[in-house]
């Protein structure tokens, strides 16, 4: 399984850009990234996912470098309600089937302050 | 319009009394997941279910079962819980041949006394 390595935790000011970054160096070929948040207390929740190209979406953005060893998702606009344990994930295929495992790595805490 | 539903929201349960915490979904998935979540920790998956074929994780301790008796819904069966069991429990759902995106329940927080 490819490891992901983020930043414990990060600060941003409400209406600016959070941008969380990702380390993945040992990704392969056929790997996601896929992004999830969990807001205190409640079940974690999908955001975005890519495999080279970058990936924008109603709630983020996702780039991703050429090499692939790093991808960042950024949230264009962030609020208070973006405040969340932030989980980057490379997904592993669970035994060929046409579906993945997700393993979740400690993530970074984003606090959006006013 | 909730789409996976999990009860109770939270559980207490007596040290070694057997427990079981229930998921349902809307979805229609075919892929079910339980994921155990310690206390500022991060989920970690205990099995899944591809339809009917049951799938546990290497480190899953004996004391987890889990049983899906239709699409819809899938249980958590605690034989005998320890102090070290408190956790939430999540119930997760995806689709194969999708974007395998997985959605995640509220969870039920479970309290061993």
């Known amino acids: 399984d490819a490891k992901t390595t983020q930043p414990p935790s990060m600060d941003c000011a409400e209406g600016r850009a959070a941008n969380l970054p990702c380390n993945h160096s040992?990704?392969?070929?056929?790997?996601?990234v896929y992004w999830y948040r969990q807001i205190h207390s409640q079940g974690p929740q999908y955001i975005i996912h890519?495999?080279?190209n970058n990936e924008t979406n109603e709630m983020a953005s996702l780039i991703i470098t050429e090499d692939r060893k790093s991808s960042t998702l950024i949230l264009p606009h962030a609020t208070l309600r973006d405040t969340a344990v932030y989980y980057c994930i490379v997904r592993v295929d669970a035994g060929g089937t046409s579906y993945g495992k997700l393993t979740f790595g400690q993530g970074t805490i984003l606090t959006v302050h006013p | 319009d909730a789409m996976v539903i999990q009860n109770p929201r939270y559980q207490v349960t007596q040290f070694g009394k057997p427990v079981t915490l229930s998921c349902s979904q809307t979805?229609?998935?075919?892929?079910m997941y339980w994921y155990q979540q310690k206390s500022s920790q991060a989920p970690k998956l205990l099995f899944h279910?591809?339809?009917?074929?049951?799938?546990n994780e290497a480190d899953t301790p004996d004391n987890f079962q889990s049983r899906r008796p239709n699409t819809s819904f899938c249980f958590l069966d605690i034989r005998s819980p320890g102090l070290g069991d408190a956790a939430m429990y999540l119930c997760?759902?995806?689709?194969?041949?999708?974007?395998?995106?997985?959605?995640f329940g509220p969870g039920t927080r479970l309290t061993v006394t």
């Open positions: 997760a759902t995806s689709r194969a041949g999708t974007s395998y995106e997985q959605y």
């Open positions: 979805l229609n998935h075919n892929v």
């Open positions: 279910y591809y339809d009917k074929d049951f799938n």
């Open positions: 890519g495999l080279k």
């Open positions: 040992t990704i392969s070929g056929n790997e996601y």
